[in-house]
């Protein structure tokens, strides 16, 4: 079996990081899941490995999600970026985009969705 993909997975909501995990390493056993509750633990997760997947909330203590991305996409320019998030306005949205992401799903409207998501970014070796 092949390395899995190492997917980092940012929402302050520590509820909806043990569900979304959950979810995601049911859906492949060749998915690695890791959480971080802010932006700081993120981009200190970042320094350490190597991540094929990134998803991002937008509502995140201190630096909002969209900040993130954009400090990401400063040294990062090909790890696709997915915003599973509560926000739903299409400026919003646009703004994600705008800072990198390469998809948004609106939650949790689109939970059946994000494994469909990430398997199209991470397809099984």
Do not use: W
Request: with cysteine; aromatic share 8%; charged share 30%.
């Amino acid at each position: 079996m092949s390395d899995p993909y190492c997917i980092l997975l940012v929402d302050d909501d520590k509820d909806s990081c043990e569900m979304m995990s959950f979810m995601l390493t049911l859906s492949s056993d060749n998915y690695e899941v890791t959480s971080a509750n802010n932006a700081r633990e993120a981009l200190a997760q970042m320094e350490n490995k190597h991540f094929d997947l990134y998803i991002f909330d937008s509502l995140l203590p201190e630096v909002p999600g969209i900040e993130l991305c954009a400090e990401v996409r400063r040294t990062d320019k090909r790890t696709p970026i997915l915003f599973y998030s509560g926000m739903s306005d299409n400026d919003y949205i646009g703004k994600a985009k705008a800072a990198g992401a390469n998809d948004y799903l609106v939650k949790p409207d689109n939970l059946d969705k994000l494994t469909e998501k990430v398997r199209k970014y991470l397809p099984n070796p």
